[in-house]
């Protein structure tokens, strides 16, 4: 079965870390979602380097944090917050590419999903 991120995560957001880097976290709503997630595989650099549009270099880290449940994805800004061009100084803005994922997760009733891992 397919979920979409959004339908899964308690929280998705991004903010700035810093002038020069912009940060997504996504928090779930439990382990089980969590795990799934993470066995997906989807939230990897090339992943998130095509759907922001950046070089692959620029998605600097994906930190998966268990105890949270969440992953914390790390980006170079394209434009240096409060620069001329900034479009979101704050960078509250960013996190809308993410909402839309989709991903397998294990049929609960079966514990096999409907395309290959």
């Known amino acids: 079965m397919r979920i979409r991120l959004a339908d899964v995560a308690h929280v998705i957001r991004s903010k700035n870390a810093g002038p020069f880097e912009l940060t997504l976290d996504i928090l779930f709503q439990d382990r089980r979602d969590f795990e799934s997630?993470?066995?997906?595989?989807?939230?990897?650099?090339?992943?998130?380097?095509?759907?922001?549009?950046?070089?692959?270099?620029?998605?600097?880290?994906?930190?998966y944090f268990e105890p949270a449940h969440a992953v914390k994805i790390t980006l170079r800004r394209r434009v240096v917050s409060g620069a001329p061009g900034d479009s979101d100084i704050y960078g509250a803005q960013q996190h809308a590419p993410l909402l839309d994922i989709e991903f397998a997760v294990e049929d609960q009733a079966h514990g096999r999903t409907d395309s290959p891992p």
């Not at 997630?37 to 070089?55: E, G, N, Q, S, T």
């Open 37 to 63: 997630a993470r066995r997906a595989k989807v939230l990897d650099r090339a992943f998130i380097a095509r759907l922001y549009r950046l070089p692959v270099e620029d998605v600097l880290r994906i930190i």
